[in-house]
């Protein structure tokens, strides 16, 4: 069992409240975690564009997957800005971000929790026939075929988790790394929020 990882760090605030005073910022977790909200509540409270990778890079019109070079084409011109938020990356173009990222915000939040919520707007999606993904509208034949999003949410979790925690085992050592903050619930992400609001607003 991981021991219990300690509260982010406190913010700074000569800057726009981030560690740091970090102006670039890759959000990485599981599949159902939230990363896409909380790159555009993010946005809202430094005023750094949100880069919503499914819409931007990942997907054309009828779920067809962008071809890899289109992918890092995209990914490196958006990453030269100088302020940014991605809400997530590919492993296509990985490499990109993370050389230009100054700090990473893990949701390392529990399978149960992140799994309830991918079904709830899962099917909130379909009922509502909401554009998702530049465009593309989920179904319940999607749900059930070999690419559902809840496959994908078993296939990775192992994954992801694994990744952001070498993302801040090695921030631990290498100072020259992205910062990175690890959250363990969703509790503890709205107050880190909650305190960036407030630094921001001082």
Same mark, same amino acid.
């Given at each position: ?52 990778? /499914?819409?931007?890079?990942? &997907? ?5 997957? !962008?071809?890899?070079?289109? =992918? +890092? #084409?995209? @990914? *490196? ?69 070999? /690419?559902?999003?809840?496959? &994908? ?5 192992? !994954?992801?988790?694994?990744? =952001? +925690? #070498?993302? @801040? *085992? ?33």
């Amino acid at each position: 069992m991981a021991s219990a990882l300690p509260e982010p760090a406190p913010l700074n605030p000569s800057g726009p409240g981030l560690p740091g005073n970090a102006h670039r910022v890759l959000i990485y977790g599981v599949t159902g975690s939230g990363k896409s909200t909380l790159a555009l509540r993010l946005s809202t409270l430094t005023g750094f564009e949100a880069h919503l990778v /499914d819409e931007e890079i990942g &997907w054309l019109p009828g779920w067809q997957g !962008r071809p890899e070079a289109q =992918m +890092r #084409e995209l @990914a *490196a011109e958006l990453a030269a800005g100088e302020s940014w938020i991605f809400d997530s990356t590919y492993s296509k173009f990985r490499d990109l971000l993370l050389s230009r990222t100054e700090l990473i915000i893990g949701l390392d939040y529990p399978r149960s929790l992140t799994l309830f919520r991918l079904i709830r707007r899962t099917v909130r999606r379909i009922v509502r026939r909401e554009q998702v993904c530049n465009g593309n509208v989920e179904t319940w034949a999607k749900v059930f075929s070999s /690419d559902s999003i809840l496959i &994908w949410h078993f296939k990775s979790f192992t !994954r992801k988790r694994r990744a =952001m +925690r #070498e993302f @801040a *085992a090695q921030a631990a050592m290498d100072h020259s790394a992205p910062r990175v903050l690890l959250f363990k619930h969703p509790d503890q992400t709205d107050r880190w929020l909650a305190s960036l609001s407030d630094a921001v607003g001082s």
